[in-house]
Every structure is written in C-alpha cells, then in structure tokens.
C-alpha cells in the first residue's frame, strides 16, 4: 500500500508520512507527548514529527464544553506561561485559543468529548472554577451521572507521562514498558465492589479512549498495558 504523505506549514521543506510505532515521540508542533500513529520526516534523519490532530489543524474551531466561543490557531501560545484550560499543563507549541473569553486548549485537549457513554454509565464534562494568576479554571474533569466516577484529565496526564518516566524503549518496534502507573480515581459508591466488576469494566473502557485521545492515536499495546496494571 502507497504511503500517506503530506506537506505541513511548519516544515515546509519536506513531506511528512504517517508511521505508526509502538514508542512515544515528543509532537514537534504542540511539544505533548504522542503514542503510535503520527506524522513524521524521514528526510536525512530529520525526524520532524506531528500528532494527526496537530499535522491537520483548522484555523478555527469549537467545543461543546464551551459554546459561545470560537477557537483559533496558533503556532505559538498567547504569552509565556499559558496553559490549557482542560488538562491544566503548560501549553508550549501549537494551541487553539479564543481571546474573548481567555480559553487556551492544547490540540489533543480540544478532541475530548463533552458527553460519552460507556456500557450505559453517561459522563460528561465539568470544570470547578477558581482563579489563579488572574485567569479562572479548574481543569475539566468527567463525572458520571450516577456520581459513581470522578476523572480528572490532569491526573490522567499525570499517569501518561509518569508512565513515559519510567518506560524502558530498547527501539521503535518495541513495546512501551510501563510499571506502577499512579491514577487518582475517586469513587462515591461501589467501594466494595471487586476490581473485576462492572466498575472497572467501565473504568477501563472509558480511561482507553481518553488516553487515545490525548496522546493523538495510540495503539492497543499502550492502553491495554495501562489498565492492565491498574486493576
């Protein structure tokens, strides 16, 4: 099969081709951590690489967690010091931003759902709000209807990158190895239930897609070793 190339702005100088490897990579545009699929530059070891989410932005677009704000692309962030309103990290390349309402969202962050359903437990997204250095956040998080889930992308970021930490990659064929991942998860309910039930079902199932999400595609191998290790 003929492989997938693409030109990007920010490295107008070669193509880009979509390769998938079992390693994690540093996104050169918005400079998060990615898993798997991405767009990189085999051009004389040049090695430039893209999330999909950041080799085809738009110049603008929306949220359902906020609708009555428009986002716009930036190759850059507003100031330094500015940080995503969802995942609460510093934004330090590529970001969408809407000035009217002084949103910043990392790329991947922008593609987290406002609304899933998992096995018939419904989330969706909230934000405490709070104000630090002038600016009002709290990070989103995703809470269930039953009030028996808690999520924060933070903490789920926190698990991604510590995993990153500690992972052992030998070369770009080989699996990511990850041990004893931290995930803050606050329950409500259920608390005696065992770790096979239905809770963790749904945990799992929710968690995957989520960390799909913000490192841009991962395969099967990451989220399957994550999860394994956390229940």
Not at 207 to 218: N, R
Request: glycine share 6%.
């Amino acid at each position: 099969m003929e492989d997938i190339k693409a030109y990007h702005p920010s490295h107008p100088e070669h193509q880009l081709v979509l390769r998938s490897f079992n390693k994690p990579y540093d996104c050169d545009g918005c400079r998060e951590r990615g898993f798997g699929s991405r767009y990189r530059c085999e051009s004389n070891d040049c090695d430039y690489v893209l999330h999909e989410s950041c080799m085809f932005n738009s110049q603008t677009a929306t949220h359902d967690f906020y609708p009555d704000s428009t986002f716009k692309f930036s190759y850059k962030p507003r100031s330094c010091g500015t940080w995503c309103n969802a995942c609460e990290n510093n934004i330090n390349g590529f970001v969408y931003y809407c000035e009217d309402k002084d949103l910043d969202l990392h790329p991947c962050c922008l593609n987290l759902k406002n609304k899933m359903v998992i096995d018939g437990t419904k989330f969706k997204l909230t934000e405490k709000k709070r104000k630090s250095k002038g600016k009002s956040t709290g990070g989103w998080s995703y809470e269930s209807k039953c009030n028996k889930y808690q999520f924060h992308v933070h903490r789920i970021t926190e698990m991604i990158y510590e995993s990153w930490k500690i992972g052992n990659c030998k070369d770009e064929n080989s699996s990511l190895s990850l041990k004893n991942p931290e995930l803050r998860l606050r329950r409500s309910s259920d608390r005696g239930s065992s770790r096979g039930g239905k809770y963790w079902k749904v945990a799992k199932i929710f968690l995957t897609a989520v960390v799909a999400i913000l490192l841009g595609d991962p395969t099967v191998v990451l989220t399957t070793t994550l999860f394994n290790l956390i229940t």
